[in-house]
């Protein structure tokens, strides 16, 4: 029987596909055995990537970034110049300030001068006016009297009396005696008429004075108000520029605005604890020069008191000497009644010159101490600066002194220059607590003062700085070195 060819057919497709398939696995199978050996083998050195060449900037390019680096470098240093020169600007503002306030209180000073000496050249020119008016008055009644006397007939009328030559002569006496008192009024009357004509030039003379006083105190004034004004606007012109200054560096130096914040003040801090270093060996410096010369002044004193009990002890030999002399004399001489008094023999005592008492700086003044003038000062720490400040929670100056040392019973002008001119002047090692000290623009001329502060011992101080600033506690370097020195 004969098979169907479709039959036939599809018996070979059947066994093809079978044997189709499994060449396939066996295929897979061998790539990946293939595949797996090749990943094992190591790499060759003719197959391995080839390095990236380097990065070699231009000589133009290495220039151009010398360049950026030192113009970067340049405006940090230029910004760091100018918050420094914007800081010593506000320091030199304050002293301006306060130099302008002292030439304030000079202005009023002198204008209270000006108007005492003028109330008292208009009182002498008043009483030169009354006195003139009096001695008018007598001569007035010299006249009349004289007038009132007669002609001819009253000087011979006493002729005719019984006492008639007598009485002639006696009225010819008192007329030469009124005529010279009559001589006498009117030259005094001329006298102070010339007095009262110069009293009334010197009253007038004052009253311009005055008016040129308060001109210049209104002046002065103006020109402090105007200084404190300059320096409280600079305050604020000078903190916003801080704050750019600030903004800028953090930018060229590649750090937060907080960090070169810190770095800014941090630096001003480190800057600042330089110069109180310096104030402070400048400060112990004064310190031992000030102990020396105490040092020196005990050895002094106790110098004179030793040569005082040698004078003593050799004038007590001496007296003793000359009583067993009298008393021996008298032993062997001839004796008397008992009324003898020896004491006619002894020499006369001397009267011992007062031996100087040491000046102590003034521990204890008649009506107080310096301690209490001490404490007033320290009293008023954190008391705000105000220029013409007298209390009693804002000072200036001039005006902390004036006051703390009224609690002695001193009285001090509210000007420092004034000050100066009315207290014992004094070396800087002769510094004592409650000593004056005292800063000028001419060391030399003690009439450009301009700051006073109060010495507390140990190269210290207390003063009311400046504007914007409190009384408070400083190193007599803190600043610039003093000039001047007083004691109340």
Known sequence: MRT????????QVASAGKTGRAGKVLLSGVLAICLAGAMAVPTLPAEAAKPKPPVIPSKAAVERAKQAAASKAAQVAAIERQLAAANARLEQLGIASGVAAEAYNGAVYRLQQAKAEAAAAAARAAEAQQTLTA??????RFAAASYQGGGDVAKIAPLFTADGPQDLLDQA???HSVSAAMQGSYLRFTATQVMTNLFKVQADQAVVKVKKATDEAARAKQAAEAAEAAQSAAVTTIGVQRKQSISQLATL???????????QRGLEELARQRAAAIAAKKAAELKARIAAREAAERRREAAERAREAREEAAERARE??????????????????????DSRNDPPKRDKPSKPSRDDGGSKNTRGGVQEVIDFAMRQRGDMYLWGGTGPDRWDCSGLTQA?????????????????????HIDEDELRPGDLIFWSLDPDDPGTIHHVGMYLGDGRMIHAPRSGKPVQIDSVYYWEPPDFFGRP
């Open 4 to 11: 169907p060819p479709r039959a036939t057919s599809g018996g």
């Open 135 to 140: 001695q008018r008055q007598q001569i007035g």
């Open 173 to 175: 006496g008192t007329a």
């Open 253 to 263: 130096q590649n750090i937060s605005v907080q960090v070169a914040d810190q770095r």
């Open 320 to 341: 003793q000497k000359e009583q067993r002399e009298r008393e021996k004399q008298n032993s062997g001489g001839k004796k008397d009644d008992g009324r003898n008094d």
């Open 404 to 424: 703390a040392w009224r609690q002695a019973g001193v009285q001090l002008p509210h000007y420092s220059v004034a000050q100066y001119e009315q207290i014992r």
